[in-house]
């Protein structure tokens, strides 16, 4: 027995190397103070943070990209909330059908998605641009949503509707007063989920974008210059505080929502 | 018109009236577009003039010329091996958040597994590049303490290299539905097989093992299909040897100018996932429906 514990410790320590290895990287190489990223280390720079407030492109890039996650995080969670709604409340014709095809972005892999967007497009003779990204973005996050809103709305009661239509309440006045601020919490983790989804999601990007690039598309094609390595591990950095601190708040919300409708605590994201 | 009303207002209707603008997005979205992209894949293309006549041209090429049948086999291969590689690691992941961790402790572990997921993906795949590499961590480690001369080459910009990378990006999918899956076995199940007299492993073998299997079958789907499309990992780690179908994908309907061949190159490489997801589902059928 004690040996299997042992095994397991060192397994589950060589895997968290494993797993964290890059993301402790990152920062590491952010402040090295040599344009070569590599070891052996040379020393501490903020250097790279600071080439950061001063490229141009850089900021077009993120300015696009804010854009085109702002927007498919309010869409896709209206999507996904009335798609949650009705498969959890109601039982209908091909439900799960539906909700199987409407799920199905999931598992595509995402070169599917972008060619065949790419197609669309190009035949409709329309202009590839930051909307078409953002279509894209949306058909892609609005699962996640869903996965994440269903189980809100499976936690209601359904008495404390039926109490709210017994006590006069209309229809629309029920969905205002009692269901959306308790599955509010469940909203919120949506909204940043799918903001954080489309913030970093490069495949679709790439193929979609016209002549305005996204921030990940951006690195994609400075990766190619070993000098502008530096600035993107720089980059990556404040990326990946931003993406942690955004989990960290859709997280919070999630247990405030668990909290509120009185359900034990379960399990993470996902 | 009674009957109408009637129906208006019953759950079905109500239901299928909320749901419409999301089922008419995915619509407009996915399934126009990829019958589209089907349509394509049946057509030929000049230059820039496309030709709408019918023709199997597309898939003959595809399934014939020995480049793309050489490139799909690997991408296969490449997938099988992420997938295999990913589940017996997750497994015992899960396993020892399942089993061995207290329960107010879970959520957190849950929570620590998903946070490399969010690292900018591009950044964490060209960080793949930099430990792995030629002067990377591990072998600038290594020849730094002279403990090899040469770099190791079995992880230098070829499919083993490629096969660690993904197996980075997908292990957190990998371990949530086997997670859930044990979770849910019953521990009493697992008490009286001890009871009964059963050691350890053949506990694990015969209940805790059949028990989590719709985890597994889960998680291997997850993992299989979307990794046969990866593009990124493959350009920048995998070296000239290491290239996958999405890369020629990607050429055909860009520098190439032939996007019929692209679309079927595509249409294949779906078909084959599927169909090997399908003979993986039915070789688990008696796991498929789970407990519940």
């Given at each position: 027995?004690?040996?299997?514990?042992?095994?397991?410790?060192?397994f589950i320590?060589f895997?968290?190397l494993?797993?964290?290895?890059?993301a402790?990287?990152?920062?590491v190489?952010a402040f090295?103070a040599?344009s070569?990223?590599s070891?052996?280390?040379?020393g501490f720079?903020t250097?790279?943070f600071?080439?950061?407030l001063?490229?141009g492109t850089?900021h077009?890039?993120?300015?696009?990209s804010?854009?085109?996650a702002?927007?498919?995080?309010?869409?896709?969670?209206?999507?996904?909330?009335?798609?949650?709604?009705?498969?959890?409340?109601f039982?209908?014709?091909?439900?799960?059908?539906?909700?199987?095809f409407?799920m199905?972005?999931?598992v595509?892999?995402?070169?599917?998605?972008?060619?065949?967007?790419l197609v669309?497009?190009i035949?409709m003779g329309?202009?590839l641009?930051l909307?078409?990204?953002?279509?894209?973005?949306?058909?892609i996050?609005?699962?996640?949503?869903?996965?994440?809103?269903?189980?809100a709305?499976?936690?209601?009661?359904?008495?404390?509707e039926?109490?709210?239509?017994?006590l006069?309440?209309?229809?629309?006045?029920?969905?205002w007063?009692?269901?959306?601020?308790?599955?509010?919490?469940?909203?919120v983790a949506?909204?940043?989920?799918?903001?954080?989804?489309s913030l970093?999601?490069f495949?679709?990007?790439?193929?979609?974008a016209?002549?305005e690039?996204?921030?990940?598309?951006y690195?994609?094609?400075?990766?190619r210059?070993?000098?502008?390595l530096p600035g993107?591990m720089?980059?990556?950095?404040?990326?990946?505080l931003v993406s942690?601190?955004?989990?960290?708040?859709?997280d919070?919300?999630r247990?405030r929502g668990?909290?509120?409708t009185?359900i034990?605590?379960?399990?993470?994201?996902? | 018109?009674v009957g109408?009303?009637k129906?208006?207002?019953?759950e079905?209707?109500?239901?299928?009236?909320?749901i419409?603008?999301?089922?008419?997005f995915?619509?407009l979205l996915?399934?126009?577009?990829?019958i589209?992209?089907?349509?394509?894949?049946?057509?030929?293309?000049?230059?820039?003039?496309?030709?709408?006549?019918?023709t199997t041209?597309n898939?003959?090429t595809?399934?014939?010329?020995?480049?793309?049948?050489?490139?799909?086999?690997?991408s296969l291969?490449i997938?099988?091996?992420?997938?295999?590689v990913?589940?017996?690691?997750?497994y015992?992941v899960?396993y020892?958040?399942?089993?061995?961790?207290?329960?107010k402790?879970k959520a957190m572990?849950?929570?620590?597994?998903t946070i490399?997921?969010w690292?900018?993906?591009l950044m964490?795949?060209?960080?793949w590049?930099v430990?792995?590499?030629?002067?990377?961590?591990?072998?600038?480690t290594?020849?730094?303490?002279?403990?090899?001369?040469?770099p190791l080459?079995f992880i230098l910009y070829n499919?083993?290299?490629?096969?660690?990378?993904?197996?980075?990006?997908?292990?957190?999918?990998?371990?949530?539905?086997i997670f859930?899956?044990?979770?849910?076995?019953d521990?009493?199940?697992i008490?009286?097989?001890?009871?009964l007299?059963?050691?350890?492993?053949?506990?694990?073998f015969?209940v805790t093992?059949p028990l989590?299997?719709p985890?597994?079958?889960?998680?291997?789907i997850?993992?299989?299909?979307?990794?046969i499309?990866?593009y990124v990992?493959?350009?920048?780690?995998?070296?000239?040897?290491g290239?996958?179908?999405?890369?020629?994908?990607?050429l055909?309907?860009?520098?190439a100018n032939?996007?019929?061949?692209g679309?079927?190159?595509?249409?294949?490489?779906m078909?084959?996932v599927?169909?090997?997801?399908?003979v993986?589902l039915?070789?688990?059928r008696k796991?498929v429906r789970?407990?519940s």
């Open positions: 027995m004690r040996g299997k514990i042992g095994f397991f410790k060192w320590g895997f968290l494993f797993l964290y290895g890059p402790i990287l990152l920062p190489f090295n040599s070569i990223v070891f052996p280390l040379s720079t250097e790279w600071s080439v950061l001063t490229n850089l077009v890039a993120a300015r696009n804010l854009l085109i702002v927007t498919t995080a309010i869409f896709s969670t209206l999507l996904a909330v009335l798609a949650a709604r009705a498969s959890t409340r039982s209908f014709f091909g439900r799960r059908s539906i909700m199987g409407v199905l972005p999931m595509l892999p995402e070169i599917i998605i972008g060619v065949s967007l669309v497009i035949q329309f202009e641009s909307w078409s990204i953002t279509m894209g973005h949306i058909l996050c609005t699962p996640f949503c869903i996965a994440i809103l269903s189980s709305f499976m936690n209601l009661d359904k008495s404390l039926e109490a709210s239509f017994d006069g309440q209309t229809r629309w006045n029920t969905f007063l009692v269901i959306f601020p308790l599955v509010m919490p469940g909203i949506s909204l940043l989920i799918a903001f954080t989804i970093d999601e495949i679709i990007a790439f193929f979609l016209g002549t690039p996204t921030l990940p598309v690195i994609w094609g400075q990766l210059f070993p000098a502008k993107l720089a980059l990556g950095t404040v990326l990946l942690i601190g955004l989990l960290l708040i859709a919070f919300f247990r668990i909290r509120k009185g034990e605590n379960t399990g993470g994201f996902l | 018109m109408f009303q129906w208006r207002r019953s079905s209707a109500q239901g299928l009236f909320l419409s603008p999301t089922l008419g995915a619509l996915l399934a126009v577009p990829l589209m992209v089907v349509a394509l894949s049946f057509w030929t293309q000049d230059y820039l003039t496309l030709d709408r006549t019918f041209a898939y003959q595809a399934w014939t010329e020995p480049m793309y049948q050489y490139l799909m086999a690997r291969k997938s099988i091996f992420v997938t295999a990913t589940v017996l690691v997750a015992p899960a020892f958040i399942s089993f061995h961790v207290v329960p402790r572990w849950i929570f620590l597994i490399p997921f690292t900018s993906y964490r795949i060209f960080l590049k430990i792995l590499g030629y002067n990377g961590v591990i072998n600038g290594l020849t730094g303490f002279g403990i090899i001369d040469e080459s499919q083993n290299a490629v096969v660690i990378t993904l197996a980075h990006a997908w292990i957190p999918f990998a371990i949530l539905p859930v899956a044990l979770e849910r076995v521990r009493s199940l008490e009286a097989a001890e009871d007299g059963d050691s350890g492993i053949r506990r694990f015969r093992l989590s299997m985890g597994v079958i889960a998680a291997t997850i993992v299989f299909i979307p990794t499309g990866d990992t493959p350009r920048l780690v995998g070296g000239p040897n290239l996958m179908i999405s890369n020629m994908i990607e055909q309907f860009k520098k032939n996007a019929p061949l679309a079927a190159l595509a249409i294949s490489a078909g084959i599927t169909f090997f997801a399908l993986f039915w070789m688990n796991y789970g407990p």
